[in-house]
């Protein structure tokens, strides 16, 4: 029998016997948390796992099954007497020495004497002994065979716990084992059963609060497992890790990366690097001079740099293909080790295992967010190694400690794929730089470690200059004019000529009455229009109108020559385009999409490229928009029966009336317009119907007017995007009049002009 006795700290819990101050035991109940409280749960659930028994909620009750082997070994006789339970025990638990045997039935007897004393009678006692006996061969029996070692054995009990477990566990503290009981909702219950605390101790330590919401060892079990997973990930670990920022002045961030990696820093074990963001420009007439000196110095010093203007390049299927993977995984860490193993370094295992634990901590990171799952995850990870596998090689070509390489991102960084790679080389022996002179443009990277330099002039370009062709250096006069510019044009609700380059249309909910109204209006005094981050969002008209309103035809045909003006194109013959027509890019189509993804620099290259004369700004609008119109599916057959190539066939075939119309398209001010009018029983063909759409998406304006009301524009769209309105009976067989002649005046009745003057 070993006495309970008190740490001194909580490390006193993982001394052997002999090592402690006292020969002795602990009995210690938790009640708060705190970071100190945190680590040695952890630690001791860990020492419980190898040596001891963990109690995850209560203890069961033995069942039917436990007591009728307990009966078929042992019968039901009880005897209060400390022979009797030493040599049962011995019957029982047959691995226990006679040390054990001794100390765990003193023990017992002891407890069960004390339940005699407060007035329990021989068959409650019976009924506790056996209670006993089977929760120790069930649930104890591991702890009992080490009782006396030096290593003392430990239980951890989470719950609430009932009379019986606690002079169980009582027991076995004093036969010699280690308690802690983990007590989340207070110490209330407890002392009803132990109001002295004469049993066990209360632990107590500055700064404890409640435990949080939701805290239990099935939690405290998972982060362990992750972090030994982790563990495993990682592998051996670099012998360096990185200095990041500490040691740059930040007055001049140019000069800070022109500072040779040798006297940055005297400290072996760290390399010294800088992630830092510039935001705006100094002074406009020098800072494109002073951007390409840097880039003439770093490689004059023979290091390693990489350039990116806009956007870093996506990855393509081939090198997506590339990576080595399963189609898919039920396990986090399999997922990363496999992935983190298509990383290859030619410039030794040092620099491997710096990538490699660049990778995995962004990636570990990345799989704490909120809304992230295993599959976003994988596909993450999957397009990190193709940037990785990638850039490598450009930036640790005969690596040697302590050469830094230097990455430039000229622009903002627009999507998580480049926030999340920038953040990976950041962690390596790189030189980060961002560089973002037009202050309108939203950079999405932020990080811990990034080092931010502002300056309040903002400069509009688009390419670093690498060499001395690239400079185009403005006048004192050009950049005044500049300045008023964007004083001017931006946020004023006042737009340049051609201002913006990108669009998306905002298809518009209507009522009838409202299109002969929002149809002469600019696209910049519609409802839900907006320029948000050099991308203007045009509200269009997207509706068909079936019937006859009051069956007045007129009427009718009138309503639509109100709508006539410039740039609308009026279709009467149906369909528009036959399937048949000619077609020059069609034998092609199949060379222009792979992948997924237009093959934009193919089609551009061929010969029979239609829009090269177009602004360049409209051919990527074009192209923009066929993307979106085989992505979104609108079109039925597409990615089922090869549609998507009629897709790019048809739009790549648009006759002069259509490009003439997208040449002078100026996003915020009138879109361009088409009207369909379609009598009879005709429907538009698949042609139509594809061309009709990718309009919608680059920013047309289209009404169909359907007297029939019949599904005459219906059938291969695969859902509906256009507004209906059923404005009133339906009358079949009009014939259509000249549209184009100006709306002819209503003759009004007697009445008309009695009440209706003015």
Avoid at 503 to 518: F, H, N, P, R
Avoid at 736 to 744: A, G
């Amino acid at each position: 029998m070993l006495n309970h006795i008190k740490i001194e700290a909580l490390d006193d819990f993982f001394k052997g016997l002999s090592n402690r101050k006292t020969k002795g035991v602990y009995f210690y109940r938790i009640n708060g948390y705190n970071e100190t409280v945190e680590k040695f749960i952890r630690d001791y659930y860990e020492t419980a796992r190898r040596t001891g028994v963990i109690i995850e909620g209560r203890i069961p009750n033995p069942d039917d099954k436990n007591l009728a082997y307990y009966n078929e070994i042992m019968g039901m006789n009880f005897q209060m007497s400390l022979g009797f339970m030493t040599s049962s025990l011995k019957k029982w638990l047959p691995r226990m020495n006679d040390y054990q045997l001794k100390t765990v039935s003193t023990s017992i007897y002891d407890c069960l004497d004390g339940l005699r004393k407060i007035g329990k009678n021989d068959n409650m006692l019976k009924n506790a002994y056996i209670k006993f006996m089977c929760w120790l061969y069930y649930k104890f029996e591991r702890i009992v065979s080490q009782l006396g070692n030096n290593e003392v054995p430990k239980i951890l009990y989470e719950a609430d716990i009932s009379n019986y477990e606690l002079l169980l566990i009582s027991i076995l503290s004093n036969a010699g084992c280690d308690v802690v009981l983990l007590q989340y909702n207070g110490d209330q219950n407890y002392l009803k059963l132990d109001p002295k605390s004469e049993r066990s101790d209360i632990l107590q330590l500055q700064g404890m609060t409640a435990f949080p919401s939701g805290y239990n060892l099935v939690n405290v079990r998972k982060d362990i497992e992750e972090e030994y997973n982790n563990q495993r990930l990682y592998g051996s670990l670099p012998n360096f890790k990185n200095c990041t920022n500490a040691w740059i002045k930040g007055e001049n961030i140019l000069d800070d990366i022109r500072t040779p990696a040798a006297v940055r820093g005297s400290d072996t074990k760290l390399y010294y690097n800088c992630f830092c963001r510039i935001n705006g420009v100094e002074d406009k007439l020098t800072y494109l001079n002073d951007l390409h000196r840097l880039y003439s110095e770093l490689e004059q010093s023979n290091r390693k740099v990489v350039v990116v203007d806009g956007e870093i390049q996506a990855a393509s299927m081939d090198e997506i293909n590339a990576v080595q993977r399963q189609n898919s995984y039920q396990r986090q860490d399999q997922m990363l080790m496999e992935l983190t193993n298509n990383i290859k370094s030619s410039s030794g295992n040092e620099l491997q295992s710096l990538i490699r634990k660049a990778f995995l901590d962004i990636m570990l990171e990345e799989a704490k967010l909120s809304g992230m799952n295993l599959h976003k995850l994988t596909n993450q990870a999957v397009y990190q190694v193709c940037l990785l596998q990638r850039y490598i090689p450009l930036l640790f070509a005969g690596w040697q400690k302590p050469n830094i390489a230097c990455f430039i991102h000229f622009g903002a960084c627009k999507n998580e794929q480049e926030v999340v790679f920038l953040r990976i080389l950041a962690r390596l022996p790189i030189d980060v730089l961002i560089l973002v002179p037009n202050l309108n443009e939203k950079c999405l990277l932020a990080d811990p470690l990034l080092f931010e330099h502002n300056y309040v002039t903002s400069m509009l370009a688009t390419k670093f200059p690498k060499a001395s062709t690239d400079l185009q250096v403005g006048t004192s006069a050009y950049h005044a004019e500049r300045e008023l510019d964007e004083l001017i044009y931006q946020d004023s609700g006042i737009y340049r000529n051609q201002q913006y380059a990108k669009a998306d249309s905002v298809t518009l909910k209507t009522m009838y009455e409202e299109i002969k109204i929002l149809w002469k209006e600019e696209a910049k005094y519609r409802p839900n229009f907006s320029t948000e981050n050099g991308v203007v969002n045009i509200p269009v008209i997207f509706a068909k109108v079936s019937g006859v309103k009051d069956g007045d035809v007129d009427a009718y045909w009138n309503s639509i020559r109100e709508l006539m003006q410039e740039d609308v194109l009026l279709i009467t013959k149906i369909p528009y385009i036959e399937q048949n027509s000619p077609n020059p890019m069609k034998a092609f189509a199949t060379d222009f999409y792979k992948n997924g993804r237009i093959l934009r620099k193919k089609i551009k290259e061929h010969k029979n490229y239609p829009y090269a004369f177009l602004r360049e700004e409209i051919q990527e609008h074009i192209f923009d928009k066929l993307q979106l119109l085989i992505e979104q599916r609108i079109v039925k057959g597409t990615f089922e029966n090869g549609t998507e190539y009629t897709i790019i066939a048809t739009i790549l075939n648009l006759n002069k009336e259509f490009t003439r119309i997208l040449q002078k398209f100026d996003f915020t001010k009138k879109n361009p317009k088409m009207v369909y009018v379609i009598q009879g029983e005709s429907m538009i063909s698949l042609e139509d119907t594809i061309i009709i759409a990718f309009l919608n998406l680059v920013g047309f304006d289209i009404v169909f007017f359907v007297p029939t009301g019949y599904q005459s524009i219906e059938k291969y769209f695969n859902k509906k995007t256009f507004e209906e309105h059923q404005i009133g009976e339906y009358l079949y067989d009009l014939r259509i009049p000249n549209l184009n002649s100006p709306p002819t005046k209503q003759r009004k009745s007697w009445l008309n002009s009695i009440f209706k003057r003015g």
